[in-house]
């Protein structure tokens, strides 16, 4: 039981460049998040999707477009990243009201 | 808004030391408190939680009260570990949005 999946672990782009990180989940949790974390703020929410078909914006979504492919996977993607956007990207899942369980986090620089 | 303040680190102890790590909160009505541990490359775990006003939650032989009076929610452990060594952070639910929002975290390294 792998739980959440997240692709790739460390990422290095250039600025303006896009990519997309994959997260994917096999516990049937019909919730996954996006969430930022950086030094000295703590963890910030990205993007939301409460079930398959609907996501919405969470605290800084600015810079990021998210999808729910279907109920097992949610990706971020970047279409032009700038530096402001180096941080440790984790994804989470939760049901209803459960606790959130997070992936192992994607580590990104622009340079 | 709600917003969580926890205590900056880094906190370092010694084995076997006692642990505080102090969190407060802003909220609305009557919101849930968490307790999420990160170890080193690992992403977050719930470590523990309560509810309302006076319940304890405990696990690992950490405990933290919510007290609704003093709008805290501080982690404590008798005695520490070497592999207890890893980020904390005190985090809230509830409102409108029902969101989770996480304190910046305090970074405990215990020394054997």
């Known amino acids: 039981n792998a739980g959440v999946t997240q692709t790739p672990k460390f990422q290095v782009l250039k600025t303006g460049q896009s990519m997309t990180l994959q997260c994917a989940q096999d516990m049937n949790h019909n919730s996954m998040y996006w969430y930022r974390q950086d030094p000295g703020m703590g963890l910030r929410l990205i993007y939301y999707s409460a079930s398959e078909g609907t996501t919405d914006k969470g605290e800084v979504p600015n810079g990021y477009n998210v999808s729910r492919l279907n109920k097992r996977e949610f990706s971020l993607r970047l279409e032009s990243a700038a530096p402001s956007q180096t941080s440790v990207y984790f994804c989470a899942t939760r049901l209803n009201n459960s606790p959130l369980h997070f992936g192992n986090g994607t580590r990104l620089t622009v340079t | 808004g709600n917003s969580v303040t926890q205590m900056e680190g880094p906190v370092t102890l010694s084995e076997e030391a006692f642990l505080t790590i102090n969190c407060t909160y802003t909220?609305?009505?009557?919101?849930?408190l968490f307790w999420y541990v990160q170890y080193p490359g690992e992403g977050l775990q719930l470590l523990l939680k309560a509810t309302k006003a006076d319940d304890k939650g405990s696990n690992k032989g950490f405990e933290a009260t919510y007290r609704k009076e003093t709008t805290s929610f501080h982690l404590e452990k008798g005695s520490v570990q070497v592999s207890d060594s890893a980020v904390y952070f005190c985090a809230l639910k509830g409102g409108a949005t029902n969101k989770l929002i996480f304190g910046t975290g305090t970074l405990l390294a215990v020394q054997p």
């Open positions: 909220a609305t009505g009557y919101p849930s």
